[in-house]
């Protein structure tokens, strides 16, 4: 008979030593809490990168770094972004929150999970052990062909971080798959599965098809450059462009893997703060299951001025994407519409990254127009571009979710008036450094050059850039001061602050080590809001006893027992017979 009352399967090991506990745990609350920790150390280290290369570009001339180093400047800050940051940051709030959304005592195959995670680091370690050996990878976040061809042993490490954290990337997919489709709450129909997790779904589904293609293409390079085949080399008989090919495959996917979990962040937190259900979910589905399709069916809008791809057929479905990318807004801006909106950080961050992911759109648009892109291919527009979609978008996406889900993490709330304090710093130092590289990209300054000449206004626009990048190094020491404060703070924080609707707060504050000691019968996409606000009939009997745990009143480690939520669960006819943790029946 189903049941919802889940009894910790192990004993926590008190005997051993807290290093000791994290070295080895496959919790994925704690793998999460690691996954987003090395991730902000990994961000911290490539903002310092960039703010290398701002103080370099603020004024023309070289002043303080010569042009190789440049060269593994911003190959590495692009490649730590990506890879290091973006990617383990939304794995790692995915890998704390997605089990928990989905009412289950822990992902698919804990092990590997933390297998997934350990080799972030280690990714990491490859990448920049690349100083070690007399230089760092050089040739840009791309690695064209035939300039990835030559460069020294960085580029073979750059290779090998690249295989191994692509490897990390496809076993994480693996288990988010298999704890989505698997894992599931009685109840928890596809349909009401909270809109992070389907993000998180379609990334994953991203990842398993995208990550395999470019792995190859890192292996080709690597035989080329160590065993002398020449799969990209012109000299001998290889093609190049056969390498941007494989690239972009893979490339122009991931930056829907990088965005896609930053709309899932932004789509729960928009109705809670505006009290009221999403507007649209099915469309919104649709739109996030489209994007991802059509995601495949672009990669050559990277290469329009290689003159050897069919330019209609790319630029048509470019422009395709922005249909189910404008739904979302629609999504958006109609469950903000007669809201009733409270504005604090979560909703800021949101209301920033809808604002900000605007423009990325729209620059991004103006790139999709060939005669355009030939203009400006390979300018400061493209920088603009990408880091209005990054940092507006992905950055943003983030720090909303970290305020929204902080409280559930640590326990404790994070303080309101540096948040706002933060945003302002990152929103105008965001629009500082990266609306004047537009200007510049249409006047034709190139991207990836040291140096560049005094024309008119490019000096001062080059110098506004630079404090913009000033301003959001400057706004990371509100939130790191936010979050020292608060970490030294008592856990006062309510199981449920923000009165949201998933099940990530219908348990305590952290969770337990076994997450759930009872769940809310699933009938809707939001079934804590059901749970609070209409509790009438079979709902009613699990309010009180449920309400002990969410009030945080019941004394820790001893599950309030549930024999009335029990019963409506096994006469419900929508649940399943399971065991959250268990086998799970999915719709
Ligand atoms: C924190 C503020 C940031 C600043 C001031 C900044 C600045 C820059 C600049 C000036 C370049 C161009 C270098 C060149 O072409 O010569 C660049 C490249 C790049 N940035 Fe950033 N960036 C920031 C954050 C980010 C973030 C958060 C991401 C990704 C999530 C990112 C991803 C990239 C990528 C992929 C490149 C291209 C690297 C390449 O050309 O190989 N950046 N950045
Ligand atoms: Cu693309």
């Not at 040739?139 to 490897?167: F, N």
């Not at 988010?176 to 928890?188: E, H, L, N, Q, V």
């Not at 009290?275 to 329009?304: D, Q």
């Not at 999709?368 to 979609?389: G, I, K, M, R």
């Amino acid at each position: 008979m189903a049941t919802t009352t889940l009894a910790p399967r192990a004993t926590t090991y008190r005997g051993r030593a807290w290093i000791y506990e994290w070295l080895t745990t496959t919790d994925h609350k704690k793998i999460g809490a690691m996954y987003i920790t090395t991730a902000f150390l990994f961000f911290l280290l490539g903002g310092i990168f960039a703010l290398v290369i701002r103080s370099e570009l603020a004024v023309p001339g070289v002043q303080f770094v010569d042009p190789e180093t440049y060269n593994q400047l911003f190959t590495i800050h692009g490649t730590t972004m990506i890879f290091l940051f973006v990617m383990p940051m939304m794995t790692g709030l995915a890998n704390y929150i997605v089990p928990l959304q989905v009412g289950s005592a822990d992902m698919a195959f804990p092990r590997i999970n933390a297998l997934s995670f350990w080799m972030v680091p280690f990714g990491g370690l490859l990448l920049f052990s690349g100083y070690a050996v007399g230089g760092a990878a050089n040739a840009g976040w791309t690695g064209y062909a035939p300039l990835s061809e030559q460069g020294g042993a960085g580029i073979d490490l750059w290779i090998a971080s690249l295989v191994l954290l692509g490897m990390s990337s496809v076993l994480g997919a693996i288990n988010f798959i298999a704890t989505i489709f698997k894992m599931r709450a009685p109840g928890m129909t596809l349909m009401r599965m909270p809109m992070f997790v389907w993000n998180t779904l379609v990334t994953s589904v991203l990842l398993l098809f995208s990550i395999p293609v470019v792995t190859s293409g890192l292996m080709m390079l690597f035989i080329d450059r160590n065993y002398g085949a020449g799969f990209f080399d012109p000299s001998q008989g290889g093609n190049p462009i056969l390498w941007q090919h494989v690239f972009w495959f893979f490339g122009h996917p991931e930056v829907y893997i990088l965005i896609l979990p930053a709309f899932g962040i932004v789509t729960e937190i928009v109705p809670v703060f505006s009290r009221k259900p999403l507007f649209g979910y099915k469309a919104f589905v649709l739109a996030t299951a489209a994007i991802g399709a059509l995601g495949f069916t672009v990669w050559a809008h990277h290469m329009f001025t290689t003159g050897a791809v069919y330019l209609p057929f790319f630029s048509f479905f470019t422009f395709l994407i922005a249909v189910p990318t404008g739904i979302k807004f629609f999504n958006w801006l109609g469950t903000m519409w007669r809201g009733k909106l409270s504005i604090k950080s979560p909703m800021l961050f949101s209301l920033g990254f809808i604002a900000l992911f605007l423009i990325g759109g729209l620059d991004g648009a103006f790139l999709a127009v060939v005669p355009f892109d030939f203009h400006v291919q390979d300018t400061y527009w493209v920088v603009s571009h990408l880091h209005y979609v990054l940092v507006a978008g992905a950055v943003f996406g983030i720090f909303a979710g970290l305020f929204y889900w902080f409280p559930k993490i640590t326990g404790r709330m994070l303080d309101e008036r540096l948040a706002v304090w933060q945003f302002w710093l990152l929103f105008i130092g965001t629009n500082l450094a990266f609306f004047p590289m537009h200007l510049l990209g249409l006047d034709g300054m190139i991207r990836r050059i040291v140096d560049y000449a005094a024309n008119p206004g490019w000096t001062e626009l080059n110098f506004l850039s630079t404090i913009g990048a000033f301003m959001i190094a400057i706004s990371v020491v509100p939130f790191l001061w936010n979050v020292f404060i608060t970490l030294r703070k008592p856990r006062t924080a309510p199981d449920d602050p923000w009165d949201a609707y998933t099940l990530e707060w219908a348990t305590t504050s952290p969770p337990p080590s076994y997450n759930f000691d009872a769940l809310p019968p699933v009938r809707s996409e939001r079934p804590l809001f059901d749970l609070k606000h209409r509790a009438d009939g079979a709902h009613a009997a699990a309010v009180p006893a449920l309400a002990s745990t969410t009030q945080g009143e019941s004394t820790p480690g001893e599950p309030p027992a549930l024999p009335e939520s029990t019963e409506a669960h096994a006469t419900d006819a929508e649940a399943g017979t399971s065991e959250p943790g268990g086998e799970g029946k999915s719709k």
